[in-house]
């Protein structure tokens, strides 16, 4: 290439081996084309950062080389989930509603008698055995079970709490998370 091709002949002239040079980077000829094509853009797009007189085939060269460089760094950050296998599996309910309810029902548990409060807490959170729980409480198996049925009828009277559907994710929440992904519908 001569130093009077315009930029744009010298760009056209240079196709070739920058392509031949992206083939041997990338392995398959489209996504050299691709390469090359977004070396030739960026090209265009700086051509007045490029100084006349200097080895235009060289500073294509480079922008090519980065390029690749730049697209296998964000492709490493990158996971492929064609079928969105994936993104099912990490989505997540919304934790805002949770937080909050965790806080109501922090408060409720504060509401209840020391004696049911415990028994609850052995047998709820801990995972206590009834039988395990009577003898943190010093008291009989009976006693425990009772405590707890009347402090879990309590907190559902605190929380207003009629069924099941009451605590959880809200409907809508669940129909998003359950949905199929578009083109996996089913």
Not at 36 to 52: G, I, Y
Not at 180 to 186: F, R, T
């Amino acid at each position: 290439m001569t130093e009077s091709l315009p930029f744009k002949d010298g760009l056209l002239a240079a196709i070739p081996n920058l392509r031949a040079f992206a083939i041997s980077l990338c392995g398959t000829a489209d996504k050299a084309d691709d390469l090359v094509q977004e070396t030739l853009v960026r090209a265009w797009d700086k051509q007045a950062s490029f100084q006349p007189g200097t080895n235009l085939r060289a500073w294509l060269f480079t922008i090519l080389r980065n390029e690749f460089y730049s697209q296998m760094r964000k492709r490493g950050r990158e996971v492929s989930d064609a079928d969105g296998a994936l993104t099912v599996a990490m989505a997540t309910h919304p934790e805002q509603a949770g937080k909050l309810d965790m806080q109501d029902f922090q408060v409720a548990l504060a509401q209840l008698p020391d004696d049911q409060r415990e028994a609850i807490i052995l047998i709820g959170a801990t995972g206590l055995s009834y039988e395990e729980a009577s003898e943190v409480c010093g008291c009989a198996v009976g006693t425990v079970k009772s405590r707890v049925s009347r402090a879990r009828t309590r907190l559902s009277e605190i929380l207003g709490i009629t069924d099941s559907s009451d605590y959880g994710p809200d409907g809508v929440s669940t129909h998003v998370m359950n949905r199929p992904l578009v083109g996996n519908a089913a």
